[in-house]
C-alpha cells in the first residue's frame, strides 16, 4: 500500500521558518515528480511547489517564490519544502503529492499527481 506521510508542520511567529518532509512508501517515486499544495481555510487546495525526479528543475507557485525551497532525497523517497520568511498568509495544510508518470516534468496541475499525504498543519502568527 502506497502512503505518503507529511511531518514537520506545526506554529510559528512571522518571519519564521520549517521543514516540512514527506516520507513515502510502499513503492518507490525516485523517477515521478512530487510536489507541494496546500489548502487554507474556506479556500480551495493550491500549488506551492515541485520538484522533477532529478532535482533538475522545480517549480514555485509566484506567492512562496524566494522563500520557499522544494528538495529530494531519492535514496529516502523522501521529499521536503523549507520554509522560511513565513507570512500569516501561508497558514494552510500542507500536502505531498507524488505522481506516477516517469520521467515526467514539474508540474502545478494537481492532475498530474496520483498520490496524497494527510496533510500537515502550520499555522503562522502574526
Known amino acids: 500500500q502506497v502512503q505518503l506521510v507529511e511531518s514537520g508542520g506545526g506554529l510559528v511567529q512571522a518571519g519564521g521558518s520549517l521543514r516540512l518532509s514527506c516520507a513515502a512508501s510502499?513503492?518507490?517515486?525516485?523517477?515521478?515528480?512530487m510536489g507541494w499544495f496546500r489548502q487554507a481555510p474556506g479556500s480551495e487546495r493550491e500549488f506551492v511547489a515541485a520538484i522533477r525526479w532529478s532535482s533538475s528543475s522545480t517549480l514555485y507557485a509566484d506567492s512562496v517564490k524566494g522563500r520557499f525551497t522544494i528538495s529530494r532525497d531519492n535514496a529516502k523517497n523522501t521529499v521536503y519544502l523549507q520554509m522560511n520568511s513565513l507570512k500569516p498568509e501561508d497558514t494552510a495544510v500542507y500536502y505531498c503529492?507524488?505522481?506516477?508518470?516517469?520521467?515526467?516534468?514539474?508540474?502545478?496541475?494537481?492532475?498530474?499527481?496520483?498520490?496524497w499525504g494527510q496533510g500537515t498543519q502550520v499555522t503562522v502568527s502574526s
Open positions: 510502499g513503492r518507490s517515486f525516485s523517477k515521478s515528480t
Open positions: 503529492a507524488a505522481g506516477t508518470l516517469l520521467y515526467g516534468l514539474a508540474s502545478p496541475d494537481p492532475v498530474e499527481y496520483d498520490y
